[in-house]
């Protein structure tokens, strides 16, 4: 089993829709959780992180459920620019993250 | 702003060659990582460093040295590059302390095609 996991899409949305991505991990024991942005042929950005409470930015919703070790990000009233890969991210060692392999969201006109 | 750079952006090289990439920080961070990305992958740890002249060895680092012999530069070497290698390579770099924030500034990322 990886040890993180998400849905590689791609996922193809209209403008404006609500749009989730999910994420399973796999270490009990990981500390903390965020989400990354790597528009194409560029490199990754943090986008948020992800605390237990759940975390809003904008549209931009992120929620961790520790006890299914499960992570989301929701993204509402999607736009063009929305369009890039989304990394799920664990910090899982202490300063060391490990990476999902991504969620390729397209938003369409 | 941070300002992670690699390099070389584009390197071709030939199987046995030895190949050096280098990264620079300029924002004194503790941390430095090298990863390698591709497709349906994601990014894999390769080495990681907590401090000049330490290392860690990541996921893979078969076939791969670090060095880092200044706070600011961390470098990745194939001893003898081959054809499995071909990837692109991304340097990042982070604080470490109590406000960690899990911020990793990535460079641009250095694409290896090895013939």
């Not at chain 2, 990582?33 to 907590?50: E, H, K, M, T």
């Not at chain 2, 002249?53 to 012999?69: A, N």
Request: aromatic share 12%; with cysteine; proline share 3%.
């Amino acid at each position: 089993r990886k040890e993180v996991e998400q849905d590689p899409g791609p996922f193809n949305v209209p403008e404006g829709a609500t749009v989730a991505f999910n994420c399973t991990y796999s270490n009990s024991a990981s500390q903390s959780f965020f989400w990354y942005r790597q528009d194409c042929r560029k490199e990754p950005k943090l986008l948020m992180s992800v605390y237990s409470s759940g975390n809003e930015d904008g549209r931009f919703t992120a929620q961790l459920n520790r006890a299914s070790q499960y992570i989301s990000l929701l993204i509402r009233d999607s736009k063009l620019s929305d369009s890039a890969t989304y990394l799920c991210v664990v910090n899982d060692r202490g300063g060391k993250l490990i990476f999902g392999q991504g969620t390729e969201l397209s938003v369409k006109p | 702003d941070v300002k992670v750079t690699q390099s070389s952006r584009y390197l071709v090289k030939r199987t046995g060659e030895k190949v050096f990439l280098e990264c620079v920080q300029d924002m004194d961070h503790e941390n430095m990582f090298w990863y390698r990305q591709d497709p349906g992958l994601g990014l894999r740890l390769i080495y990681f460093s907590y401090d000049v002249k330490m290392k860690e060895k990541g996921d893979i680092p078969e076939g791969y040295s670090v060095s880092r012999e200044k706070k600011e530069r961390f470098s990745l070497i194939l001893e003898s590059a081959s054809t499995n290698q071909t990837s692109m390579y991304l340097c990042a770099s982070s604080f470490q302390g109590q406000d960690y924030t899990g911020e990793l500034f990535f460079g641009e990322g250095s694409r290896l095609t090895v013939l």
